[in-house]
C-alpha cells in the first residue's frame, strides 16, 4: 500500500503527517510526504527573479523534517516536492503515477470568496480523484 501525505505548510500540516504516519503504520504502508510549491513566474508581472527554484529549496529543508519524524516511527517514506501551477492537478497525477492507495490532505484555509474565486486543491482532488481515497483532516473547528 501507499500513501501520499499532501503537505502544505500551514499550521494544520503537522496533523496531516500525523495521520497519513498512523495510517501507514496501521497499514505497513510506504509513505509519500510531498507538497507542491506555487510557480510565481507568471503571478505578477515585471517579476524578473525565479523564485521557485528557492522555495522549493526551502520545502525540501522544511520537509525533511517530516522525513525524520516518519523514520523515528519506523515509516518507510521519502520525500517530493514539485513546482506546480495548479497543486490539485500535480497531486493526482502523482498519485496516479504512484499507483497510491490513499491521498491524506487537509481541509484548506480558504474560506467565502477566495474558495469561491480560487477554488479548493482538497475539493479538486476529492472530486476526480479516481483509483484512490483520500482522507480530509478537517481543521479543528472555533467555537
Given at each position: 500500500?501507499?500513501?501520499?501525505?499532501?503537505?502544505?505548510?500551514?499550521?494544520?500540516?503537522?496533523?496531516?503527517?500525523?495521520?497519513?504516519?498512523?495510517?501507514?503504520?496501521?497499514?505497513?504502508?510506504?509513505?509519500?510526504?510531498?507538497?507542491?510549491?506555487?510557480?510565481?513566474?507568471?503571478?505578477?508581472?515585471?517579476?524578473?527573479?525565479?523564485?521557485?527554484?528557492?522555495?522549493?529549496?526551502?520545502?525540501?529543508?522544511?520537509?525533511?523534517?517530516?522525513?525524520?519524524?516518519?523514520?523515528?516511527?519506523?515509516?518507510?517514506?521519502?520525500?517530493?516536492?514539485?513546482?506546480?501551477?495548479?497543486?490539485a492537478d500535480k497531486i493526482i497525477g502523482l498519485a496516479?503515477?504512484?499507483?497510491?492507495?490513499?491521498?491524506?490532505?487537509?481541509?484548506g484555509a480558504k474560506s467565502g470568496l477566495d474558495r469561491?474565486?480560487?477554488?479548493?486543491?482538497?475539493?479538486?482532488?476529492?472530486?476526480?480523484?479516481?483509483c484512490f481515497s483520500v482522507l480530509v483532516v478537517r481543521?479543528?473547528?472555533?467555537?
Amino acid at each position: 500500500m501507499k500513501i501520499l501525505a499532501a503537505l502544505d505548510f500551514s499550521i494544520h500540516a503537522q496533523a496531516v503527517l500525523d495521520a497519513a504516519l498512523e495510517t501507514a503504520k496501521w497499514k505497513n504502508a510506504e509513505c509519500i510526504i510531498y507538497t507542491a510549491v506555487q510557480d510565481l513566474r507568471n503571478a505578477y508581472e515585471g517579476v524578473t527573479v525565479d523564485i521557485g527554484d528557492r522555495l522549493k529549496a526551502e520545502a525540501e529543508k522544511r520537509l525533511e523534517s517530516a522525513l525524520q519524524t516518519a523514520k523515528a516511527q519506523g515509516v518507510n517514506a521519502r520525500v517530493l516536492v514539485e513546482i506546480a501551477v495548479s497543486s490539485a492537478d500535480k497531486i493526482i497525477g502523482l498519485a496516479e503515477k504512484e499507483g497510491v492507495d490513499l491521498v491524506v490532505m487537509g481541509s484548506g484555509a480558504k474560506s467565502g470568496l477566495d474558495r469561491f474565486l480560487i477554488g479548493s486543491v482538497t475539493s479538486a482532488v476529492v472530486s476526480h480523484a479516481k483509483c484512490f481515497s483520500v482522507l480530509v483532516v478537517r481543521q479543528a473547528c472555533k467555537g
